[in-house]
């Protein structure tokens, strides 16, 4: 090797300078301490952020939101398992004509599971629907007949392939554990629009919780206020009523002597907001104890009402008790309740029984997961719209992934496919009819306006009246958001 090559550049040698080495590490500190200056005075960021607020004592008082909303509350279906784009909204013609035959540049593609066969076409016939002529699947058909309602955005991408990151990425934002569920930042921003029920309320499927359980709903380091409430139509709330065996004279003293003990420590320990916000959940509670009953009588719903769900569906009990959470969803919805999410689908039968993860039998699962979806669903929609509540409502149907286009190889179903899947807005400030964003030929990849996880969460709190870069809470040294540094409002879905 020459002499030449071996001698150091100018900047080498400065390195090896012990004064011009202090002086670039001396330099550098310098660097991060302004920096951290700045953001601190928060002169880095373009606005400042915005902590709604909070009085610990009414932590789920009415809050004005940064602009005026298109949407006073959220209704959010979420499909635990990955619901096939491909099989019920994504109507790929080259996907029908190249049925059977390899995927084009696909040689040996290996996803979650592993290698993938052929090309299949749709397992159900796709039909144009409404005016709009939108062709949706025979697998869904009564959601389908609305399609003129919905607004479908199928350029949705997600950032893992593994159902509980997922999960997690679609409920709070992230893919890790640990971090608010989407209805808990609502209800932190918002608070609730009812004194006498939760503002963020959970529905379970009948069969248990999807794979992430009760994180999907969970309010992470927000105040523990802002989570949501579980329901279920055909359990009441555990230890909400008064046990038989304590009169109710007992019941008002001991009440009227709590209140006057907690009133007393509050004058004594006026800064204690742990024990005003303890206050405002067990004062909340007891309102609760008549208003949740009434809320979850379904016997006052009319036949008429219950048909269009399928609440009394004999013949197929989880639909019937699917439907019954639906119609609850509706009565809190109208009753005031901020933010509504209904969950179809669990985990606890294993891979695809009680859920849409069809890795291997995906035909035969999917038609006993498919009724039990689809008329309560559509009849949801159809009882919002009759009643009014459509035009404040907004309704979102997401999964966590879509499914890919082939069979895997050596089976008859879909693996997990987060590169391009669809899912549909309906209601309060968004497009009817309309189809925004389009994956690829046969529905394996976003190609047209490909959007993020992140980008659906912006839209809905934008539409909520929430500026998603704004609306943040400080824990642990950084200003954190539902959309952390990334989203965009996908001002294409919006109606003028």
């Known amino acids: 090797m020459s002499r030449d090559a071996c001698e150091l550049s100018a900047l080498g040698r400065a390195f090896l300078d012990r004064r011009s080495f202090l002086g670039g590490a001396a330099n550098g500190l310098a660097g991060i301490a302004l920096g951290a200056l700045l953001g601190r005075e928060r002169l880095l960021a373009r606005e400042e952020p915005i902590r709604p607020r909070i009085d610990p004592s009414q932590p789920h008082a009415a809050r004005s939101p940064h602009f005026a909303p298109r949407a006073q509350r959220v209704l959010l279906v979420f499909c635990s398992g990955a619901l096939s784009h491909v099989d019920t909204f994504d109507w790929k013609p080259e996907l029908v004509r190249r049925h059977d035959t390899p995927l084009p540049g696909g040689a040996g593609l290996v996803t979650f599971q592993g290698e993938n066969g052929n090309l299949i076409r749709p397992l159900w016939e796709f039909r144009p629907r409404g005016e709009s002529g939108k062709r949706t699947s025979e697998l869904l058909p009564r959601i389908g007949s609305l399609a003129d309602e919905l607004c479908f955005v199928h350029s949705m991408t997600a950032k893992s392939n593994t159902h509980g990151p997922a999960e997690n990425q679609m409920a709070t934002g992230y893919t890790l554990d640990g971090f608010p569920s989407m209805g808990a930042w609502v209800s932190y ?21 999807p794979q992430i359980g009760t994180r999907q709903w969970a309010a992470g380091f927000l105040p523990a206020a802002f989570q949501g409430t579980p329901f279920r139509a055909d359990e009441p709330i555990a230890h909400l009523a008064t046990p038989a065996v304590i009169a109710p004279a007992e019941e008002r003293a ?9 009133e007393r420590h509050l004058e004594q320990h006026p800064g204690d907001t742990q024990l005003a916000a303890r206050i405002a959940s067990y004062e909340l509670a007891s309102r609760m104890q008549l208003a949740a009953a009434e809320v979850s009588d379904l016997s006052q719903e009319t036949r008429a009402t219950r048909a269009l769900y399928g609440a009394d569906d004999a013949g197929n009990p989880l639909k019937a008790r699917f439907a019954q959470n639906c119609l609850l969803a509706r009565r809190l919805l109208e009753r005031g309740v901020r933010f509504v999410q209904l969950v179809n689908g669990a985990y606890a039968m294993g891979e695809g029984v009680g859920n849409w993860d069809g890795h291997k039998t995906l035909k035969a699962q999917y038609e006993v997961h498919a009724p039990i979806l689809d008329q309560p669903v559509a009849g949801l929609l159809i009882d919002l719209k009759q009643r009014g509540l459509l035009d404040d409502t907004l309704v979102a149907f997401v999964t966590e992934f879509g499914r890919m286009p082939t069979f895997q190889k050596g089976a008859s179903g879909r693996d997990h496919n987060p590169h391009g899947f669809t899912v549909w807005l309906a209601g309060a400030g968004v497009k009817r009819g309309f189809s925004y964003g389009a994956t690829d030929e046969f529905g394996h990849r976003a190609e047209v306006d490909p959007c993020t996880i992140y980008d659906l969460h912006a839209t809905i709190l934008h539409l909520l009246g929430l500026d998603h870069e704004r609306l943040s809470f400080y824990h642990d040294g950084i200003e954190r958001r539902l959309t952390d540094v990334h989203g965009e409002v996908l001002r294409g879905v919006l109606a003028s």
């Open 254 to 262: 001991s009440r009227e002597l709590l209140r006057r003990l907690n």
């Open 189 to 209: 921003a918002l608070g609730s629009a009812c004194d006498d029920l939760p503002a963020f309320v959970a529905l379970p499927d009948p069969r248990g919780v």
